[in-house]
Nanobody
Framework: QVQLVESGGGLVQAGGSLRLSCAAS????????MGWFRQAPGKEREFVAT?????????YYADSVKGRFTISRDNAKNTVYLQMNSLKPEDTAVYYC?????????????????WGQGTQVTVSS
């Protein structure tokens, strides 16, 4: 069982930056693929980014955030981060951290086994 807790959300103006953190419990953090998803009111939960540690770090991003967001992980601290730059109003959503027991690139929510409670990100125009 893994517990995930997100933090770092808030209100920011368009063009600004935020860094989200996700703290994971347990000693098996490095065995999981970690991902970030987001969900805006009335919309489906959508993939944002994922990172997989497999003899090095592999990352994958949704087209909508590529070049603006960076996912990273610190296995020693059991923490994954999402650095968000050049934020746009359409980035406004609740952001969720997720963990998957599969060490593969996964872009759908059903591939993830554990979820955090979410943190609100609001980008004003």
């Amino acid at each position: 069982q893994v517990q995930l807790v997100e933090s770092g959300g808030g209100l920011v103006q368009a063009g600004g930056s935020l860094r989200l953190s996700c703290a994971a419990s347990g000693r098996t953090f490095s065995n999981y693929a970690m991902g970030w998803f987001r969900q805006a009111p009335g919309k489906e939960r959508e993939f944002v980014a994922t990172t997989i540690y497999w003899g090095g770090v592999n990352t994958y991003y949704a087209d909508s955030v590529k070049g603006r967001f960076t996912i990273s992980r610190d296995n020693a601290k059991n923490t994954v981060y999402l650095q968000m730059n050049s934020l746009k109003p359409e980035d406004t959503a609740v952001y969720y951290c997720a963990a998957s027991v599969q060490r593969v690139v996964a872009v759908t929510a059903d591939r993830y086994d554990y979820w955090g409670q979410g943190t609100q990100v609001t980008v004003s125009s």
